[in-house]
T-cell receptor
């Protein structure tokens, strides 16, 4: 089955850019997602990218997809303390209909 | 518009007790899911229901049962709780024709088994 991996922790200074990375194994992945989880809350969909795209930008968020290396990244520009949260990468494969496979999540800490 | 509602938010059980976690969605989604979240392990799929009337096992189904009561509701039952089931449980729903099939999550149930 699909395997999705992320590093567990990332710390950045307020105002800097954050880059959260994710790797996956299934080359037939169709949609790839980034979710944000704030303390004590459920996961909230931040953005997604379709597999035929290389990049997607949405305000401060930039998603980059390298299909050859099966690598997905989320860049947050001008990171704020309110961006402190756990960020999950999730992947949907063509053979699994509606099921998503999630990474372990990256805890982003924004330092003042 | 409430989205996905889970009850209860917190629960403490003794080993061997049973309980049912409730989940309801008001978005007319066909598919619903139960995940558990453990530190450093991300979200693991317990059971899912692709449509009303169907349920299937996910990655970690042992010790759990589910019921898709109707299109709105999908419950998760622990028949005999064990300390290994201490976790945060999330219900989610999705519609393929929605945001590229992305999920909408409930706020979670924090379960402690002592």
């Amino acid at each position: 089955g699909e395997d999705v991996e992320q590093s567990l922790f990332l710390s950045v200074r307020e105002g800097d850019s954050s880059v959260i990375n994710c790797t996956y194994t299934d080359s037939s992945s169709t949609y790839l997602y980034w979710y944000k989880q704030e303390p004590g809350a459920g996961l909230q969909l931040l953005t997604y990218i379709f597999s035929n795209m290389d990049m997607k930008q949405d305000q401060r968020l930039t998603v980059l997809l390298n299909k050859k290396d099966k690598h997905l990244s989320l860049r947050i520009a001008d990171t704020q303390t309110g961006d402190s949260a756990i960020y999950f990468c999730a992947v949907r494969s063509s053979g699994s209909a509606r099921q998503l496979t999630f990474g372990s999540g990256t805890q982003l800490t924004v330092l003042p | 518009n409430a989205g996905v509602t889970q009850t209860p938010k917190f629960q403490v059980l003794k080993t061997g007790q049973s309980m049912t976690l409730q989940c309801a969605q008001d978005m007319n989604h066909n598919s619903m899911y139960w995940y558990r979240q453990d530190p450093g392990m991300g979200l693991r799929l317990i059971y899912y229901s692709a449509s009303e009337g169907t349920t299937d096992k996910g990655e970690v189904p042992n010790g759990y049962n589910v019921s898709r009561l109707n299109k709105r509701e999908f419950s998760l039952r622990l028949e005999s709780a064990a300390p290994s089931q201490t976790s945060v449980y999330f219900c989610a729903s999705s519609e393929v024709q929605g945001i590229a099939g992305g999920y909408t999550f409930g706020s979670g149930t924090r379960l402690t088994v002592v």
